[in-house]
Protein backbone atom coordinates (compact mmCIF):
# COMPACT_ATOMS: atom_id res chain seq x y z
CA UNK A 1 0.00 0.00 0.00
CA UNK A 2 1.20 3.60 -1.01
CA UNK A 3 2.11 5.70 1.20
CA UNK A 4 -1.28 8.65 -0.46
CA UNK A 5 -3.33 5.00 0.36
CA UNK A 6 -2.61 5.03 3.74
CA UNK A 7 -2.94 8.57 4.52
CA UNK A 8 -6.59 7.89 2.41
CA UNK A 9 -7.76 5.30 4.27
CA UNK A 10 -6.84 7.06 7.73
CA UNK A 11 -9.02 9.85 6.61
CA UNK A 12 -11.76 7.72 5.52
CA UNK A 13 -11.70 6.22 8.75
CA UNK A 14 -11.63 9.63 10.58
CA UNK A 15 -14.50 10.97 8.54
CA UNK A 16 -16.46 7.56 9.98
CA UNK A 17 -15.67 8.16 13.36
CA UNK A 18 -15.96 11.72 13.26
CA UNK A 19 -19.85 12.41 13.72
CA UNK A 20 -19.67 10.56 17.00
CA UNK A 21 -17.77 12.90 18.80
CA UNK A 22 -17.92 16.41 16.21
CA UNK A 23 -21.82 16.40 15.80
CA UNK A 24 -23.15 19.26 17.87
CA UNK A 25 -26.36 18.49 19.59
CA UNK A 26 -29.11 19.67 18.27
CA UNK A 27 -32.72 20.38 19.94
CA UNK A 28 -36.28 20.58 17.82
CA UNK A 29 -38.96 21.88 19.55
CA UNK A 30 -42.44 21.24 19.10
CA UNK A 31 -45.52 18.30 20.34
CA UNK A 32 -42.04 16.36 21.20
CA UNK A 33 -38.74 17.74 21.89
CA UNK A 34 -36.41 16.04 20.06
CA UNK A 35 -32.48 15.57 21.30
CA UNK A 36 -29.26 14.25 19.55
CA UNK A 37 -25.86 14.73 19.18
CA UNK A 38 -25.72 11.80 16.42
CA UNK A 39 -24.92 9.00 18.73
CA UNK A 40 -28.22 9.31 20.39
CA UNK A 41 -31.43 10.51 19.53
CA UNK A 42 -33.92 11.10 22.15
CA UNK A 43 -37.63 12.27 22.05
CA UNK A 44 -39.05 13.52 25.26
CA UNK A 45 -42.93 14.20 25.37
CA UNK A 46 -44.48 17.88 26.88
CA UNK A 47 -44.80 16.30 29.90
CA UNK A 48 -41.73 15.32 30.20
CA UNK A 49 -42.13 11.05 29.42
CA UNK A 50 -39.31 10.08 26.75
CA UNK A 51 -40.84 8.36 24.14
CA UNK A 52 -37.72 7.58 21.97
CA UNK A 53 -34.21 6.50 22.81
CA UNK A 54 -32.03 5.27 19.73
CA UNK A 55 -28.21 4.48 19.47
CA UNK A 56 -26.52 5.06 16.27
CA UNK A 57 -29.58 5.81 13.50
CA UNK A 58 -31.06 2.32 15.37
CA UNK A 59 -34.47 1.34 16.30
CA UNK A 60 -36.81 3.20 19.18
CA UNK A 61 -35.21 1.48 22.25
CA UNK A 62 -37.98 2.68 24.33
CA UNK A 63 -41.22 2.04 25.23
CA UNK A 64 -41.65 4.90 27.37
CA UNK A 65 -39.53 6.87 30.40
CA UNK A 66 -41.32 8.56 33.26
CA UNK A 67 -40.84 10.05 36.61
CA UNK A 68 -43.24 8.98 39.15
CA UNK A 69 -44.03 9.48 43.26
CA UNK A 70 -45.84 7.49 45.68
CA UNK A 71 -47.32 9.54 48.64
CA UNK A 72 -50.03 11.94 49.55
CA UNK A 73 -51.22 14.94 51.76
CA UNK A 74 -52.56 15.07 55.37
CA UNK A 75 -56.42 15.56 56.42
CA UNK A 76 -57.43 18.01 58.86
CA UNK A 77 -56.21 16.16 62.43
CA UNK A 78 -52.85 16.64 60.79
CA UNK A 79 -53.38 12.10 60.11
CA UNK A 80 -51.52 11.28 56.84
CA UNK A 81 -53.78 10.33 53.87
CA UNK A 82 -53.32 6.74 52.34
CA UNK A 83 -50.48 6.56 50.06
CA UNK A 84 -51.33 7.12 45.89
CA UNK A 85 -49.08 6.15 43.08
CA UNK A 86 -48.75 9.10 40.56
CA UNK A 87 -46.75 9.26 37.34
CA UNK A 88 -45.55 12.96 37.66
CA UNK A 89 -46.13 15.36 34.33
CA UNK A 90 -44.44 18.63 34.31
CA UNK A 91 -44.18 21.77 31.73
CA UNK A 92 -41.37 22.07 29.76
CA UNK A 93 -37.92 24.42 29.86
CA UNK A 94 -35.56 24.56 27.99
CA UNK A 95 -32.85 25.99 30.69
CA UNK A 96 -29.36 25.48 28.26
CA UNK A 97 -29.04 25.00 24.91
CA UNK A 98 -25.81 24.81 22.85
CA UNK A 99 -23.50 23.12 20.18
CA UNK A 100 -22.17 20.85 23.47
CA UNK A 101 -25.25 20.51 25.47
CA UNK A 102 -28.92 20.71 25.19
CA UNK A 103 -30.79 20.53 29.12
CA UNK A 104 -34.79 20.51 29.28
CA UNK A 105 -36.45 20.31 32.33
CA UNK A 106 -40.02 19.48 33.28
CA UNK A 107 -41.93 21.60 36.61
CA UNK A 108 -44.27 20.03 38.22
CA UNK A 109 -45.79 22.39 40.73
CA UNK A 110 -47.56 21.04 43.95
CA UNK A 111 -50.75 19.45 43.36
CA UNK A 112 -52.71 16.51 44.81
CA UNK A 113 -51.48 13.82 45.53
CA UNK A 114 -47.66 15.08 44.79
CA UNK A 115 -47.77 18.24 47.40
CA UNK A 116 -43.83 19.30 46.71
CA UNK A 117 -42.14 21.15 43.76
CA UNK A 118 -40.26 18.65 41.75
CA UNK A 119 -38.42 18.75 38.14
CA UNK A 120 -37.24 16.20 35.92
CA UNK A 121 -33.98 17.33 34.19
CA UNK A 122 -32.78 15.45 30.37
CA UNK A 123 -29.54 16.22 29.42
CA UNK A 124 -27.50 15.15 26.04
CA UNK A 125 -24.06 16.33 25.93
CA UNK A 126 -21.89 16.57 22.75
CA UNK A 127 -20.05 13.09 21.69
CA UNK A 128 -21.55 10.97 24.89
CA UNK A 129 -22.93 8.03 24.02
CA UNK A 130 -26.10 8.50 26.18
CA UNK A 131 -27.80 10.67 28.50
CA UNK A 132 -28.10 12.48 31.49
CA UNK A 133 -31.12 12.57 34.07
CA UNK A 134 -31.60 14.19 37.45
CA UNK A 135 -34.64 15.18 39.99
CA UNK A 136 -35.21 17.89 42.14
CA UNK A 137 -37.78 17.83 45.06
CA UNK A 138 -38.85 20.78 47.48
CA UNK A 139 -40.74 21.90 49.87
CA UNK A 140 -41.94 25.01 52.05
CA UNK A 141 -44.45 26.81 54.07
CA UNK A 142 -46.58 27.83 51.21
CA UNK A 143 -47.28 24.26 50.10
CA UNK A 144 -49.55 21.90 51.41
CA UNK A 145 -48.49 19.41 54.15
CA UNK A 146 -46.94 16.45 52.43
CA UNK A 147 -44.98 13.43 52.40
CA UNK A 148 -43.07 11.03 49.84
CA UNK A 149 -42.98 6.98 50.42
CA UNK A 150 -41.21 6.77 46.68
CA UNK A 151 -39.53 9.27 44.34
CA UNK A 152 -38.38 7.05 41.26
CA UNK A 153 -37.68 7.39 37.49
CA UNK A 154 -38.86 4.05 35.07
CA UNK A 155 -37.50 3.58 31.82
CA UNK A 156 -39.78 0.97 30.04
CA UNK A 157 -37.48 -0.57 27.42
CA UNK A 158 -38.81 -2.04 24.03
CA UNK A 159 -39.22 -5.48 25.33
CA UNK A 160 -38.37 -6.77 20.90
CA UNK A 161 -34.99 -5.82 22.13
CA UNK A 162 -33.96 -6.70 24.93
CA UNK A 163 -33.57 -10.52 25.99
CA UNK A 164 -30.73 -10.30 28.54
CA UNK A 165 -30.49 -9.03 32.17
CA UNK A 166 -27.28 -8.01 34.54
CA UNK A 167 -26.77 -5.94 37.80
CA UNK A 168 -23.70 -7.87 38.72
CA UNK A 169 -21.12 -10.19 37.48
CA UNK A 170 -22.84 -12.62 39.72
CA UNK A 171 -27.03 -11.69 38.36
CA UNK A 172 -26.09 -11.57 34.36
CA UNK A 173 -28.29 -13.67 32.22
CA UNK A 174 -30.47 -14.27 29.52
CA UNK A 175 -34.48 -13.62 31.22
CA UNK A 176 -37.62 -14.85 30.45
CA UNK A 177 -39.39 -13.18 28.52
CA UNK A 178 -42.92 -10.35 29.04
CA UNK A 179 -44.78 -12.98 27.71
CA UNK A 180 -43.96 -16.01 30.40
CA UNK A 181 -44.27 -13.54 32.78
CA UNK A 182 -47.52 -12.78 31.76
CA UNK A 183 -48.87 -16.46 32.00
CA UNK A 184 -47.12 -17.10 35.02
CA UNK A 185 -48.79 -17.69 39.18
CA UNK A 186 -48.56 -14.91 41.22
CA UNK A 187 -47.22 -16.06 44.41
CA UNK A 188 -46.44 -12.54 45.50
CA UNK A 189 -46.07 -8.82 45.14
CA UNK A 190 -43.83 -8.78 41.82
CA UNK A 191 -43.33 -12.74 42.33
CA UNK A 192 -44.14 -15.20 39.71
CA UNK A 193 -43.90 -18.64 38.99
CA UNK A 194 -43.06 -19.62 35.75
CA UNK A 195 -44.08 -22.77 33.82
CA UNK A 196 -40.85 -24.86 34.06
CA UNK A 197 -41.12 -23.99 38.21
CA UNK A 198 -38.85 -21.50 38.82
CA UNK A 199 -39.34 -18.57 40.49
CA UNK A 200 -38.44 -14.88 39.42
CA UNK A 201 -39.61 -11.68 41.45
CA UNK A 202 -37.93 -8.11 40.88
CA UNK A 203 -36.52 -8.40 44.43
CA UNK A 204 -33.76 -10.85 43.16
CA UNK A 205 -32.42 -8.26 41.15
CA UNK A 206 -32.15 -5.68 44.36
CA UNK A 207 -29.00 -3.88 45.54
CA UNK A 208 -27.51 -3.35 48.88
CA UNK A 209 -25.30 -0.03 48.36
CA UNK A 210 -22.95 -1.49 50.90
CA UNK A 211 -21.99 -3.87 48.71
CA UNK A 212 -20.59 -1.48 46.04
CA UNK A 213 -22.19 -2.54 43.04
CA UNK A 214 -25.50 -0.10 42.86
CA UNK A 215 -23.33 2.00 40.10
CA UNK A 216 -24.51 -0.28 37.29
CA UNK A 217 -27.59 -2.45 35.91
CA UNK A 218 -29.34 -2.74 32.98
CA UNK A 219 -30.44 -4.38 29.85
CA UNK A 220 -29.26 -5.75 26.50
CA UNK A 221 -30.31 -7.22 23.23
CA UNK A 222 -28.40 -7.90 19.59
CA UNK A 223 -29.66 -3.97 18.79
CA UNK A 224 -28.04 -2.32 22.11
CA UNK A 225 -27.39 -2.36 25.50
CA UNK A 226 -28.77 0.14 28.07
CA UNK A 227 -27.38 0.59 31.13
CA UNK A 228 -28.32 2.96 34.34
CA UNK A 229 -24.58 4.14 35.90
CA UNK A 230 -24.26 6.27 38.77
CA UNK A 231 -21.43 7.49 39.74
CA UNK A 232 -22.28 8.63 43.11
CA UNK A 233 -24.86 7.67 45.51
CA UNK A 234 -24.67 10.72 48.31
CA UNK A 235 -28.42 11.37 47.46
CA UNK A 236 -29.72 8.26 48.98
CA UNK A 237 -31.20 8.38 52.24
CA UNK A 238 -30.00 5.88 55.22
CA UNK A 239 -27.38 5.01 52.90
CA UNK A 240 -25.03 2.96 52.39
CA UNK A 241 -27.16 0.62 54.57
CA UNK A 242 -29.99 0.30 51.90
CA UNK A 243 -31.48 -1.83 49.56
CA UNK A 244 -32.83 -0.45 46.05
CA UNK A 245 -34.89 -1.74 42.90
CA UNK A 246 -32.64 -2.01 39.84
CA UNK A 247 -33.94 -4.01 36.48
CA UNK A 248 -36.50 -6.86 35.87
CA UNK A 249 -38.82 -8.07 33.85
CA UNK A 250 -42.33 -7.53 33.62
CA UNK A 251 -45.37 -8.45 31.81
CA UNK A 252 -45.18 -5.29 29.28
CA UNK A 253 -41.67 -4.85 29.20
CA UNK A 254 -37.99 -4.90 30.61
CA UNK A 255 -37.48 -1.95 32.90
CA UNK A 256 -34.80 -0.34 34.47
CA UNK A 257 -35.72 1.70 38.06
CA UNK A 258 -33.92 4.40 39.72
CA UNK A 259 -35.11 4.72 43.33
CA UNK A 260 -33.54 7.68 44.00
CA UNK A 261 -36.12 8.05 47.56
CA UNK A 262 -37.86 5.06 49.27
CA UNK A 263 -38.65 3.09 52.25
CA UNK A 264 -37.95 -0.66 51.04
CA UNK A 265 -36.17 -2.54 53.71
CA UNK A 266 -36.57 0.03 56.58
CA UNK A 267 -35.98 3.34 54.94
CA UNK A 268 -38.46 6.43 55.72
CA UNK A 269 -40.75 8.62 54.74
CA UNK A 270 -40.10 12.06 53.71
CA UNK A 271 -42.12 14.37 56.28
CA UNK A 272 -43.37 17.64 56.01
CA UNK A 273 -46.63 17.66 58.19
CA UNK A 274 -49.27 20.25 59.16
CA UNK A 275 -47.40 23.41 60.59
CA UNK A 276 -43.51 22.42 58.91
CA UNK A 277 -42.36 25.48 58.59
CA UNK A 278 -39.13 24.36 57.42
CA UNK A 279 -37.87 24.80 53.97
CA UNK A 280 -36.30 22.22 52.32
CA UNK A 281 -34.57 21.24 48.75
CA UNK A 282 -32.88 17.95 47.32
CA UNK A 283 -31.03 17.13 43.71
CA UNK A 284 -31.27 13.44 42.90
CA UNK A 285 -28.46 12.49 40.66
CA UNK A 286 -27.37 13.02 37.64
CA UNK A 287 -27.41 9.40 36.99
CA UNK A 288 -26.27 8.75 32.98
CA UNK A 289 -28.02 6.03 30.72
CA UNK A 290 -25.20 4.66 28.62
CA UNK A 291 -26.12 3.02 25.42
CA UNK A 292 -23.64 0.34 23.77
CA UNK A 293 -23.23 -2.32 21.05
CA UNK A 294 -20.26 -5.35 21.03
CA UNK A 295 -20.09 -8.75 19.29
CA UNK A 296 -21.81 -10.22 22.53
CA UNK A 297 -23.59 -9.63 25.64
CA UNK A 298 -19.88 -10.64 28.37
CA UNK A 299 -18.45 -8.29 26.01
CA UNK A 300 -20.88 -5.40 26.42
CA UNK A 301 -21.32 -5.88 29.99
CA UNK A 302 -17.13 -5.38 29.91
CA UNK A 303 -17.44 -2.44 28.32
CA UNK A 304 -20.02 -1.00 30.97
CA UNK A 305 -18.45 -1.38 33.66
CA UNK A 306 -15.73 0.20 32.09
CA UNK A 307 -17.57 3.07 31.55
CA UNK A 308 -18.68 2.88 35.05
CA UNK A 309 -15.03 3.49 36.17
CA UNK A 310 -14.45 6.58 33.98
CA UNK A 311 -17.53 7.98 34.97
CA UNK A 312 -16.38 7.92 38.56
CA UNK A 313 -13.36 10.12 37.19
CA UNK A 314 -15.58 13.14 36.13
CA UNK A 315 -17.63 13.29 39.30
CA UNK A 316 -18.39 15.70 40.31
CA UNK A 317 -19.81 17.09 36.70
CA UNK A 318 -18.25 20.29 35.95
CA UNK A 319 -20.73 20.87 33.55
CA UNK A 320 -23.39 21.02 35.55
CA UNK A 321 -24.90 24.30 36.73
CA UNK A 322 -27.59 23.95 39.32
CA UNK A 323 -27.70 25.61 42.66
CA UNK A 324 -27.72 22.59 44.48
CA UNK A 325 -25.16 20.83 42.90
CA UNK A 326 -21.80 22.71 43.60
CA UNK A 327 -18.54 21.98 41.64
CA UNK A 328 -16.36 22.90 44.97
CA UNK A 329 -16.31 19.69 47.09
CA UNK A 330 -14.22 19.17 50.39
CA UNK A 331 -12.34 15.91 51.41
CA UNK A 332 -12.02 14.34 55.09
CA UNK A 333 -9.54 12.16 55.97
CA UNK A 334 -8.60 10.89 59.63
CA UNK A 335 -7.25 7.35 60.85
CA UNK A 336 -10.11 5.20 63.34
CA UNK A 337 -8.27 3.48 66.54
CA UNK A 338 -9.80 1.76 69.05
CA UNK A 339 -9.00 2.44 72.61
CA UNK A 340 -5.97 -0.01 73.48
CA UNK A 341 -4.36 1.26 70.15
CA UNK A 342 -5.45 -1.43 67.94
CA UNK A 343 -6.52 -0.21 64.62
CA UNK A 344 -10.18 0.02 63.52
CA UNK A 345 -10.21 -1.85 60.57
CA UNK A 346 -12.81 -2.59 57.86
CA UNK A 347 -15.53 -0.45 59.62
CA UNK A 348 -17.91 2.36 57.60
CA UNK A 349 -17.44 5.35 58.21
CA UNK A 350 -20.63 7.24 57.26
CA UNK A 351 -20.99 11.19 57.07
CA UNK A 352 -24.51 12.66 57.54
CA UNK A 353 -25.99 15.68 57.92
CA UNK A 354 -25.54 17.11 61.40
CA UNK A 355 -28.49 17.13 63.82
CA UNK A 356 -30.35 12.84 62.63
CA UNK A 357 -29.06 9.83 62.48
CA UNK A 358 -27.32 8.53 59.36
CA UNK A 359 -30.22 5.81 59.41
CA UNK A 360 -33.16 8.00 59.56
CA UNK A 361 -31.99 11.13 57.46
CA UNK A 362 -33.10 11.27 53.98
CA UNK A 363 -33.13 15.16 53.17
CA UNK A 364 -29.79 15.59 52.99
CA UNK A 365 -26.42 14.07 51.44
CA UNK A 366 -24.37 10.99 52.58
CA UNK A 367 -20.62 10.10 52.34
CA UNK A 368 -19.35 6.94 53.50
CA UNK A 369 -16.14 4.48 52.82
CA UNK A 370 -14.53 1.96 54.80
CA UNK A 371 -11.12 1.75 56.63
CA UNK A 372 -8.37 0.24 55.22
CA UNK A 373 -6.42 -2.27 57.44
CA UNK A 374 -4.71 1.01 59.52
CA UNK A 375 -7.89 1.99 60.56
CA UNK A 376 -7.34 4.92 57.53
CA UNK A 377 -9.98 6.65 55.92
CA UNK A 378 -10.86 9.16 53.30
CA UNK A 379 -14.16 10.84 51.97
CA UNK A 380 -13.87 12.61 49.27
CA UNK A 381 -16.08 15.10 46.80
CA UNK A 382 -18.06 16.02 50.03
CA UNK A 383 -20.37 19.04 49.67
CA UNK A 384 -19.79 22.00 51.87
CA UNK A 385 -21.67 21.75 55.22
CA UNK A 386 -22.04 20.50 58.72
CA UNK A 387 -21.78 16.86 58.87
CA UNK A 388 -21.51 13.66 61.80
CA UNK A 389 -19.06 11.54 61.19
CA UNK A 390 -20.23 7.78 62.34
CA UNK A 391 -18.42 4.49 62.21
CA UNK A 392 -19.85 0.94 62.36
CA UNK A 393 -19.20 -2.55 62.14
CA UNK A 394 -15.14 -3.50 62.34
CA UNK A 395 -17.22 -5.84 65.05
CA UNK A 396 -18.64 -3.54 67.13
CA UNK A 397 -22.16 -3.45 68.07
CA UNK A 398 -22.74 0.34 69.29
CA UNK A 399 -21.53 2.93 66.66
CA UNK A 400 -18.56 5.82 66.85
CA UNK A 401 -19.97 9.21 66.63
CA UNK A 402 -18.39 12.82 66.31
CA UNK A 403 -20.46 15.75 65.57
CA UNK A 404 -18.95 19.44 64.60
CA UNK A 405 -17.72 17.92 61.12
CA UNK A 406 -17.99 21.36 58.90
CA UNK A 407 -16.81 20.94 55.65
CA UNK A 408 -15.78 23.62 53.20
CA UNK A 409 -15.81 23.60 49.22
CA UNK A 410 -12.07 23.08 48.21
CA UNK A 411 -10.45 22.52 51.39
CA UNK A 412 -9.24 19.11 53.34
CA UNK A 413 -9.87 18.46 56.49
CA UNK A 414 -7.96 16.14 58.28
CA UNK A 415 -9.57 14.91 61.43
CA UNK A 416 -6.31 13.05 62.89
CA UNK A 417 -6.81 9.75 64.98
CA UNK A 418 -10.40 8.82 66.43
CA UNK A 419 -10.55 7.00 69.23
CA UNK A 420 -13.51 4.78 69.07
CA UNK A 421 -13.99 3.06 72.85
CA UNK A 422 -15.34 -0.18 72.70
CA UNK A 423 -18.45 -1.36 75.02
CA UNK A 424 -17.16 -4.75 77.23
CA UNK A 425 -19.42 -5.99 79.53
CA UNK A 426 -16.90 -8.64 80.92
CA UNK A 427 -14.72 -11.56 79.97
CA UNK A 428 -15.77 -13.24 76.48
CA UNK A 429 -17.24 -16.32 76.41
CA UNK A 430 -18.05 -16.60 72.90
CA UNK A 431 -19.51 -15.15 70.01
CA UNK A 432 -21.41 -16.12 66.91
CA UNK A 433 -20.94 -13.97 63.69
CA UNK A 434 -19.37 -10.85 63.15
CA UNK A 435 -20.84 -7.44 64.01
CA UNK A 436 -20.82 -5.81 60.78
CA UNK A 437 -24.90 -4.92 60.45
CA UNK A 438 -25.56 -8.09 58.52
CA UNK A 439 -26.20 -11.64 58.33
CA UNK A 440 -24.19 -12.46 55.66
CA UNK A 441 -21.71 -14.87 56.44
CA UNK A 442 -23.83 -16.92 58.00
CA UNK A 443 -25.62 -20.23 55.76
CA UNK A 444 -27.46 -18.88 52.50
CA UNK A 445 -26.33 -15.05 53.79
CA UNK A 446 -24.33 -15.42 50.58
CA UNK A 447 -27.02 -16.87 48.18
CA UNK A 448 -29.79 -14.92 49.59
CA UNK A 449 -31.12 -13.28 45.91
CA UNK A 450 -34.13 -15.61 45.89
CA UNK A 451 -37.80 -15.87 46.76
CA UNK A 452 -38.96 -18.13 49.69
CA UNK A 453 -35.44 -18.62 51.24
CA UNK A 454 -37.55 -20.37 54.46
CA UNK A 455 -38.42 -22.76 52.05
CA UNK A 456 -34.66 -24.30 52.00
CA UNK A 457 -34.73 -24.54 55.88
CA UNK A 458 -36.16 -28.16 56.56
CA UNK A 459 -33.64 -29.50 54.42
CA UNK A 460 -30.66 -27.51 55.77
CA UNK A 461 -31.38 -28.03 59.08
CA UNK A 462 -34.05 -31.25 59.38
CA UNK A 463 -33.03 -30.48 63.03
CA UNK A 464 -33.09 -27.43 63.31
CA UNK A 465 -29.98 -25.62 63.97
CA UNK A 466 -27.91 -26.64 67.18
CA UNK A 467 -24.53 -24.60 67.37
CA UNK A 468 -21.51 -25.79 68.97
CA UNK A 469 -18.91 -23.48 69.81
CA UNK A 470 -15.51 -24.19 69.24
CA UNK A 471 -16.55 -26.72 66.87
CA UNK A 472 -19.80 -25.90 64.10
CA UNK A 473 -19.02 -23.08 61.69
CA UNK A 474 -20.94 -20.26 60.85
CA UNK A 475 -20.98 -20.69 57.18
CA UNK A 476 -22.49 -24.37 57.54
CA UNK A 477 -24.35 -24.55 60.95
CA UNK A 478 -26.14 -21.11 61.96
CA UNK A 479 -28.75 -19.81 59.22
CA UNK A 480 -28.70 -16.42 57.82
CA UNK A 481 -32.56 -16.16 59.34
CA UNK A 482 -34.18 -17.62 62.22
CA UNK A 483 -37.76 -18.01 60.47
CA UNK A 484 -40.80 -18.87 62.91
CA UNK A 485 -41.55 -22.11 61.35
CA UNK A 486 -38.99 -24.99 62.55
CA UNK A 487 -38.35 -28.27 61.71
CA UNK A 488 -38.21 -30.39 64.47
CA UNK A 489 -38.31 -28.11 67.74
CA UNK A 490 -39.00 -24.14 68.21
CA UNK A 491 -35.39 -23.61 69.78
CA UNK A 492 -32.33 -22.80 68.22
CA UNK A 493 -29.48 -23.87 70.60
CA UNK A 494 -26.30 -22.90 71.24
CA UNK A 495 -23.64 -25.84 73.49
CA UNK A 496 -20.13 -24.93 75.09
CA UNK A 497 -18.20 -25.90 78.14
CA UNK A 498 -16.85 -24.02 81.00
CA UNK A 499 -13.86 -25.28 82.98
CA UNK A 500 -16.23 -24.42 86.43
CA UNK A 501 -19.67 -22.57 87.13
CA UNK A 502 -19.11 -18.71 86.99
CA UNK A 503 -20.73 -16.44 89.51
CA UNK A 504 -21.63 -12.67 88.92
CA UNK A 505 -24.02 -11.40 85.89
CA UNK A 506 -24.02 -12.94 82.62
CA UNK A 507 -24.92 -10.56 79.59
CA UNK A 508 -25.95 -11.99 75.51
CA UNK A 509 -25.80 -9.13 73.50
CA UNK A 510 -27.90 -9.00 70.32
CA UNK A 511 -27.09 -7.07 66.83
CA UNK A 512 -30.35 -7.45 64.84
CA UNK A 513 -29.43 -7.08 61.16
CA UNK A 514 -33.65 -7.46 60.50
CA UNK A 515 -36.54 -8.43 62.06
CA UNK A 516 -40.21 -9.46 60.93
CA UNK A 517 -43.37 -10.40 63.21
CA UNK A 518 -45.36 -13.24 63.19
CA UNK A 519 -48.94 -14.07 63.87
CA UNK A 520 -51.14 -16.88 65.23
CA UNK A 521 -52.43 -17.77 61.77
CA UNK A 522 -48.65 -19.02 61.10
CA UNK A 523 -47.78 -15.89 58.73
CA UNK A 524 -44.98 -12.92 59.09
CA UNK A 525 -46.66 -9.91 60.40
CA UNK A 526 -45.97 -6.23 61.00
CA UNK A 527 -46.26 -6.42 64.46
CA UNK A 528 -43.13 -6.99 66.56
CA UNK A 529 -40.94 -10.12 66.81
CA UNK A 530 -40.91 -11.49 70.12
CA UNK A 531 -37.29 -13.71 71.06
CA UNK A 532 -37.07 -15.71 74.17
CA UNK A 533 -33.68 -16.76 75.82
CA UNK A 534 -33.52 -19.99 77.87
CA UNK A 535 -30.05 -21.09 80.02
CA UNK A 536 -29.98 -24.55 80.74
CA UNK A 537 -33.58 -25.19 80.07
CA UNK A 538 -34.77 -21.84 82.69
CA UNK A 539 -36.26 -19.32 81.03
CA UNK A 540 -33.61 -16.20 81.26
CA UNK A 541 -35.61 -13.46 79.62
CA UNK A 542 -36.46 -12.08 76.08
CA UNK A 543 -37.16 -9.09 73.89
CA UNK A 544 -38.92 -7.62 71.04
CA UNK A 545 -37.69 -5.87 68.30
CA UNK A 546 -39.54 -4.01 65.74
CA UNK A 547 -40.74 -5.50 62.43
CA UNK A 548 -37.78 -3.85 60.14
CA UNK A 549 -39.58 -3.73 56.39
CA UNK A 550 -39.63 -6.55 54.54
CA UNK A 551 -36.24 -7.93 54.05
CA UNK A 552 -37.31 -11.84 54.78
CA UNK A 553 -39.67 -11.84 51.90
CA UNK A 554 -37.93 -9.38 49.53
CA UNK A 555 -34.47 -11.14 49.15
CA UNK A 556 -32.30 -9.55 51.69
CA UNK A 557 -30.11 -9.95 54.61
CA UNK A 558 -30.50 -6.70 56.47
CA UNK A 559 -31.77 -3.76 56.83
CA UNK A 560 -31.71 -0.07 57.17
CA UNK A 561 -32.91 0.00 60.76
CA UNK A 562 -30.67 -2.00 63.28
CA UNK A 563 -31.23 -2.57 66.93
CA UNK A 564 -28.84 -3.71 69.99
CA UNK A 565 -30.61 -5.94 72.66
CA UNK A 566 -29.11 -7.10 75.84
CA UNK A 567 -30.13 -9.71 78.26
CA UNK A 568 -28.52 -10.08 81.68
CA UNK A 569 -28.44 -13.11 83.86
CA UNK A 570 -27.91 -14.50 86.47
CA UNK A 571 -24.01 -16.45 85.94
CA UNK A 572 -25.04 -19.30 88.40
CA UNK A 573 -27.23 -20.55 85.79
CA UNK A 574 -24.45 -21.63 84.17
CA UNK A 575 -22.27 -25.09 85.24
CA UNK A 576 -19.17 -26.24 85.00
CA UNK A 577 -19.29 -28.95 81.84
CA UNK A 578 -21.83 -28.06 78.99
CA UNK A 579 -24.32 -25.69 78.70
CA UNK A 580 -26.91 -24.93 76.20
CA UNK A 581 -28.37 -21.52 75.62
CA UNK A 582 -31.64 -21.81 73.32
CA UNK A 583 -33.32 -18.97 71.56
CA UNK A 584 -37.05 -19.76 71.04
CA UNK A 585 -39.77 -17.65 69.38
CA UNK A 586 -42.71 -16.36 71.31
CA UNK A 587 -44.63 -17.62 69.03
CA UNK A 588 -44.16 -20.10 66.25
CA UNK A 589 -45.45 -23.17 63.84
CA UNK A 590 -43.81 -26.27 62.82
CA UNK A 591 -43.20 -26.08 59.07
CA UNK A 592 -45.03 -29.00 58.16
CA UNK A 593 -48.38 -26.75 59.04
CA UNK A 594 -46.63 -24.06 56.82
CA UNK A 595 -45.54 -26.01 54.09
CA UNK A 596 -48.82 -24.83 51.88
CA UNK A 597 -48.34 -21.33 52.84
CA UNK A 598 -44.06 -21.72 52.03
CA UNK A 599 -44.95 -22.32 48.51
CA UNK A 600 -46.70 -18.92 47.99
CA UNK A 601 -46.60 -15.34 50.10
CA UNK A 602 -44.61 -13.82 52.41
CA UNK A 603 -43.82 -16.42 54.23
CA UNK A 604 -43.23 -16.52 58.31
CA UNK A 605 -41.73 -13.81 60.39
CA UNK A 606 -37.77 -13.97 61.23
CA UNK A 607 -35.09 -12.36 63.14
CA UNK A 608 -31.78 -11.66 61.05
CA UNK A 609 -29.03 -11.95 63.96
CA UNK A 610 -26.13 -9.35 62.84
CA UNK A 611 -23.55 -11.60 65.61
CA UNK A 612 -24.66 -12.71 69.46
CA UNK A 613 -22.28 -12.22 72.68
CA UNK A 614 -21.41 -13.96 75.94
CA UNK A 615 -19.57 -11.99 78.40
CA UNK A 616 -19.59 -13.01 82.02
CA UNK A 617 -18.52 -10.03 84.43
Not at 113 to 142: E, I, N
Not at 276 to 290: I, M, N
Not at 557 to 565: D, F, G, L, M
Request: aromatic fraction near 14%; include cysteine; hydrophobic fraction near 35%.
Amino acid sequence: MTLAAIVTSLQLLFAANAPATQTPVTLDTGEVFVMSNGLVRMGIAQDGRLRELSYRGGPNLASSGYWNFNGNGYDAAGTPLGQRFSTLEGVAEVMRQSDDLVEVAFIHRPAEPMFFQTSLHYVLRRGDPGFYLYMTAAHDDTMPAGYIVQYAYNLRLAPEYFDYIAVDDARRHISHSCQEEKEAEAIMDATFRLADGAVVSKYNYTHAIEDGAFHLYGWAGPKAGVWWIQPSGEYYSSAPFRVLLTSHQTAKTPVIIWQAQCTHRGGYNIEFPPGSSASWQKLYGPAFVYLNSGRDYDAMWSDAKSRVERTKTRWPYRWMSHELFPLQRGEVRGTLSFDGGAPAANAYVILSPQGEHWSKDNKGYHFWTKTDADGCFRLKHVRPGDYTLFACGADQFYEFSRDGITVAAGKKLDMGRLLWKRVVHGNRIWQIGTADRSSGEFANGDDFHHWGLWRRYPADFPNDVHFEIGKSEERKDWNFAHWNWYSQKNAWDVSFKLNEAPKGKALLTFGIAAARGHNSRGYGSSGPADLRVWVNNKEAGGFTCATSGGVSYRSARQSTRYEVKEISFDAGLLVGGTNVISLRHALSHPYKQGADKGERGAGPGCIMYDAIRLEIQ
